[in-house]
């Protein structure tokens, strides 16, 4: 599997609740340094411009705090992840907070408006909020609600405001397509930190989760082979992971990290045998947080899983 790799760097941090993860990014290219490696300097790299700046003013509605920067920064990545796909190139996004995830997807569909685009969603959280149900209103907690265009208003327990409503109604359009995708073309890992409005959502559709549990009982090898085997309607495939979906006494270099997750082991071989997959079209790394960890530890994890990926896509 040769593929010509693209970096699309994402240094934002406005759909968190928790300052740092803007410098995951850069936090990862030290790591590199540190091991001696040239990597970054091996592939283009595109980076694209944050509205971090918004984190000095006010965060407008509690119930999807920055909205209006975080759709700009979804039409940014879309249009950018779409042009990458067009070109033949294979976009590696290093993102802040997982919040713009639902950036990354759109530029899939955007690149391909009439493919069938399943997603595996590696991470502790179901990301499946929405203004209407969100007990935070970090929208880190809501990519995957955008993707499916979903409110869940059968769970509402908030009330937004018309803007915000337009702004969400936004957000869940960027790309041209909307729904980006539906609840069979999603596969989740490590999903283990929901609450209950999300647990609705999951039953109800009856969604493909895989536990920690079962990677460790199973094997990454036989995960990897029926996550990829539920998607087997989809042409494309988009791998996002998150760095919390590992173990907590691995993962304190993230802003939630939680119990019973997946070792860095286990992750790296993961995504590794993920990305074999051909119909696989993209990949995106999300949550490192050096502010919260020591001696950069997280970011030194995150750079040696990157660094197999990138040569399991390029040799």
Not at 16 to 21: D, F, P, S
């Amino acid at each position: 599997m040769i593929k010509e790799v693209k970096f699309i760097e994402v240094k934002s941090e406005i759909g968190a609740g928790t300052r740092g993860a803007s410098l995951g990014v850069d936090s990862i290219k030290i790591a590199a340094l540190d091991y001696g490696s040239n990597l970054f300097h091996r592939h283009e790299t595109k980076e694209i411009k944050t509205e971090n700046q918004l984190l000095f003013g006010s965060p407008g509605s509690p119930y999807a705090k920055r909205l209006k920067g975080i759709v700009s920064i979804y039409e940014r990545i879309s249009n950018e992840v779409a042009a990458t796909l067009k070109t033949k190139a294979f976009p590696l996004v290093l993102a802040g907070d997982h919040s713009t995830a639902g950036g990354t997807i759109a530029g899939i569909r955007q690149a391909f408006p009439k493919q069938k685009l399943g997603v595996i969603w590696i991470d502790a959280h179901a990301d499946l909020h929405s203004p209407y149900t969100t007990p935070t209103g970090n929208v880190h907690g809501m990519p995957l609600a955008a993707s499916l265009a979903e409110d869940n208003m059968q769970n509402r327990i908030n009330k937004p405001d018309k803007e915000t409503v337009d702004l969400w109604t936004k957000l869940k359009k960027v790309g041209g397509v909307t729904p980006k995708i539906t609840y069979k073309d999603l596969v989740f890992i490590a999903l283990r930190d929901v609450e209950p409005e999300e647990s609705y959502l999951l039953k109800k559709h009856k969604v493909k989760i895989f536990t920690t549990s079962e990677v460790k009982r199973n094997g990454v090898e036989k995960i990897a082979r029926d996550a990829l085997a539920h998607l087997s309607h989809c042409s494309l495939i988009y791998v996002s992971f998150d760095v919390d979906s590992m173990d907590s006494s691995i993962s304190k270099g993230t802003g939630t990290p939680v119990r019973n997750g997946i070792t860095e082991k286990e992750a790296g071989s993961l995504c590794v045998r993920l990305i074999q997959n051909e119909k696989v079209c993209c990949f995106e790394i999300a949550e490192v947080n050096p502010t919260l960890d020591k001696e950069n530890l997280m970011a030194e994890n995150t750079f040696e899983i990157l660094q197999r990926v990138v040569s399991q896509l390029t040799t």
